[in-house]
């Protein structure tokens, strides 16, 4: 009787293991909770505005220096002054746009890419909304819409940060806005694609 007791625990517990991993695996529980980001899309440049912007002078910079020769008698005095430019930081350019589209699960908003002193960025917009899922990617395509399939080729962006709301994903050099214009959420633990934007 205790042999049989001991075999039903065993098989329970290895039940329960089994539905835990199941459930860890597969989270069928992101199609039903949304996460929400809110960048802007000044916090994608301001890093590179930082970089533009010139230092303030220091306060001791318009005191004069008194400089002595060896025979111990002063020398000419000068006030180095330190003179300031600033230059003025282009906006951000809006270079491409497209609306997402839901493959077998809802998408909506708006995807967009932008561009600053040869610095590029896909931007979602704050529109944003499409059905959440696990291990959800940002790929470009080089193509101008999704024609089905596993890509072969494709930019990595990284995980999708949120499935609602603004958010920005830096674009690598090898990014060309004539070539790369198809933003695809793809799932990578199912290969299957969630939604996709065109862009033009």
Known sequence: ???????????????????????????????????????????AFADAEALDTPLEPS?????PEVVTNDDSEPAATSASTTTTTTTAVAEPAEISTGDFYGIDHSAAGTAAVYEQDGRFVLRFE???DIQNGPDLYVWVL??????????????????LKGNIGGQ????????????HQTVLIW???FAVPFAAAPLG
Request: glycine share 10%; proline share 6%; aromatic share 10%.
């Open 1 to 43: 009787m205790n042999f049989i007791k001991r075999n039903r625990l065993l098989i329970v517990g290895l039940g329960l293991v089994i539905l835990v991993g199941g459930f860890l695996a597969f989270r069928p529980d992101k199609l039903f909770v949304d996460d929400a980001v809110d960048e802007s899309l000044a916090e």
């Open 168 to 179: 920005n994903y830096e674009l690598p050099d090898g990014y060309d806005p004539e070539i």
């Open 142 to 159: 080089p193509a101008g819409d999704y024609d089905g399939g596993d890509p072969t080729e494709y930019l990595d962006l990284g995980k």
């Open 126 to 128: 704050d529109d944003t």
């Open 59 to 63: 306060a001791d910079s318009s005191i």
């Open 187 to 189: 799932c990578l633990r």
